[in-house]
């Protein structure tokens, strides 16, 4: 197989990383594998692709700063000989296009590259952006309190998420927030940035999930009811693949 590697991002909502089907149906008009693979398969003449990301954010979610570091296997390659020019230009075409994925540092890697994904899934860190409302604006003072505490890490107890114990064991896990800031915008609505460690459920540490992570940025205001009305990756703090040099 040819392994590709490169960052993705995601400019608007509602893009799965991977094709998303339920009972035969779409429920995603795209995906990120399929606006960079389908591309490289052409142009590799490949049998088939994988695509394996450093972890992946919700289709609603959308995925900036410089993308996440990603992959793709490439199967039965029928052209091997690339050169990085010709590789950067699917690269180029997406940003000519006006695509709502892009990347960045398209590029042919060595096998063994591919394990940097898989040994930075414990190890790195993720940005946050999110649009808040909270049923009751907070008074200055709880508002003081949680960047007080978010000046320093927060450890979670996270239970697996009600939306995703159809496909994830029922585990308690121990999650840190390295950082956190809310902002007042106007009125019930608040912008909060989030730095954490890999595998932390944002959705859940805002709303709680009926008590299933504790604490919650609605704990930690007081009980008061909090949900997330959108929600953005700014940085994935793994260094992969090199930076191209020209």
């Known amino acids: 197989p040819l392994f590709v590697g490169g960052r993705y991002l995601k400019l608007e909502r509602n893009i799965s990383q991977t094709p998303f089907v339920v009972e035969g149906k779409r429920v995603t008009e795209l995906s990120v594998s399929e606006v960079i693979g389908d591309p490289i398969k052409d142009f590799i003449r490949c049998d088939s692709y994988n695509m394996v990301g450093s972890g992946r954010e919700d289709a609603d979610v959308r995925m900036l700063g410089d993308g996440r570091p990603f ?4 199967t039965n390659p029928r052209r091997t000989n690339i050169t990085q020019e010709q590789i950067s230009l699917i690269e180029r075409n997406l940003i000519e296009t006006g695509s709502a994925v892009q990347c960045r540092r398209l590029q042919i890697i060595r096998p063994e590259d591919t394990k940097i994904i898989k040994e930075g899934e414990e190890h790195k860190t993720k940005h946050y ?17 949680i960047n007080r505490l978010g000046s320093e890490a927060i450890v979670l107890d996270q239970a697996t998420p009600i939306r995703v114990l159809h496909r994830r064991a029922p585990l308690v896990r121990q999650r840190k927030l390295l950082h956190l800031d809310l902002v007042h915008l106007e009125g019930h609505f608040y912008k909060v940035r989030i730095e954490s460690e890999a595998g932390t459920y944002i959705k859940e540490f805002v709303h709680g999930d009926l008590g299933r992570t504790v604490p919650s940025l609605s704990s930690l205001a007081g009980d ?17 693949p090199p930076v191209i040099t020209q």
């Open 71 to 74: 992959y793709i296997e490439c």
């Open 129 to 145: 952006c999110a649009l808040v409302w909270f049923a009751t604006p907070l008074s200055s003072e709880t508002l003081d309190e």
């Open 224 to 240: 008061i009811i909090a949900d997330i009305i959108e929600l953005d990756v700014e940085n994935v703090s793994l260094d992969f």
